[in-house]
């Protein structure tokens, strides 16, 4: 039995979901980004994104994605979030492409199983897993 229920779920060496890569979007400039084991790993779907300055000199795009319940502690364990290529990102959740061009400092969260809004900080973050690994 798999970890969400009755479907077998198969797994990176390092734990992280198996998907199927294809490519979903053609990025100028630096592909890494930051992203939470609760998408790479549990399954959520982005539930909020940001994107920071970049850091010079690493293949760094400013963009960080988390599923949205993430805490402060969660976050500060260096083993719950990776560096990954948008692209492969794009694969969990398809439905970030459309802001991957926002500028840096934007925020956006998820309000339902697939748009976002500009983060204003008045509503909470939908939290939705992604189909193939959900409990449903």
Known sequence: MGLFGKEKTNRTKDGFLLIEVRQLIHWQGPQGCIVSDRITK?????????????TTGNPDSGWVFLAGNEDDAY????????????????????????????????????VDHSTFEADDRSKPVFLDKQIRYSTN
């Not at 500060?76 to 692209?87: E, P, T, Y």
């Open 42 to 54: 549990e399954g959520y779907k982005v539930g909020y994104m940001y994107r920071d300055e970049p």
């Open 75 to 110: 976050m500060s364990d260096a083993r719950n979030h990776h560096i990954f290529a948008l692209n492969t990102v794009c694969n969990y959740d398809p439905d970030i492409v459309p802001y991957l061009d926002s500028e840096v400092g934007s925020a956006f969260i998820r």
